[in-house]
T-cell receptor
Framework: KAGVTQTPRYLIKTRGQQVTLSCSPI?????VSWYQQTPGQGLQFLFE???????NKGNFPGRFSGRQFSNSRSEMNVSTLELGDSALYLC????????????FGPGTRLTVT | AQSVTQLDSQVPVFEEAPVELRCNYS??????LFWYVQYPNQGLQLLLK??????LVKGINGFEAEFNKSQTSFHLRKPSVHISDTAEYFC?????????????FGKGTTLSVSS
């Protein structure tokens, strides 16, 4: 079956702009989680959506938001971009139980200049 | 609050040698434990997980890990590594009583296998 896809794969934005990243989960998966990966902070949990509802949220400012559609596809939005938002953004999908394997996409590399 | 410490940021080894990547976690409640691998320019792939039961867990690609509750550790081992095992390895925990599937990751260990 097709894996988790993320678009775009690479993105360059200017400080102050906003950006939207997209994640298409594996068919049948209802949970989508987002993570930020940076060399300094490592992998940090942003938020999780399950059946169109945000189920959990990490410690990120309100500039980071997301949503999930009825087909389980998810988008993540970052407003008023800062240089420190440059990172690899990964999404992961699963059936939704904590014990279930999470399948990660290849990520979107965001560079803020 | 949970935290995960991967004790070695880089581990260089020769091909066919054994390797152990160390992971300690801190949590006041029961957790699930995971090891993921990340190859260059790719997402993460699950190697193995501990949910309950036997403390020795076997995963893909010949890796195994042992859960030690008293030492709050979950070290990853492989008896004989290959060049293709060169990658970044992440230990992660998930708190059992908390809703959702959020994972807390360690900072990662870079495994470099040379011939």
């Amino acid at each position: 079956k097709a894996g988790v896809t993320q678009t775009p794969r690479y993105l360059i934005k200017t400080r102050g702009q906003q950006v939207t990243l997209s994640c298409s989960p594996i068919s049948g998966h209802r949970s989508v989680s987002w993570y930020q990966q940076t060399p300094g902070q490592g992998l940090q949990f942003l938020f999780e959506y399950f059946s169109e509802t945000q189920r959990n949220k990490g410690n990120f400012p309100g500039r980071f938001s997301g949503r999930q559609f009825s087909n389980s596809r998810s988008e993540m939005n970052v407003s008023t971009l800062e240089l420190g938002d440059s990172a690899l953004y990964l999404c992961a999908s699963s059936l939704g139980a904590k014990e279930d394997e999470q399948y990660f996409g290849p990520g979107t590399r965001l560079t803020v200049t | 609050a949970q935290s995960v410490t991967q004790l070695d940021s880089q581990v260089p080894v020769f091909e066919e040698a054994p390797v152990e990547l160390r992971c300690n976690y801190s949590s006041s409640v029961s957790v699930y434990l995971f090891w993921y691998v990340q190859y260059p320019n790719q997402g993460l792939q699950l190697l193995l997980k501990y949910l309950s039961g036997s403390t020795l867990v076997k995963g893909i690609n010949g890796f195994e890990a042992e859960f030690n509750k008293s030492q709050t550790s979950f070290h990853l081992r492989k008896p004989s590594v290959h060049i293709s095992d060169t990658a970044e390895y992440f230990c992660a925990v998930s708190e059992r009583g908390q809703a959702g599937t959020a994972l807390i990751f360690g900072k990662g260990t870079t495994l470099s296998v040379s011939s």
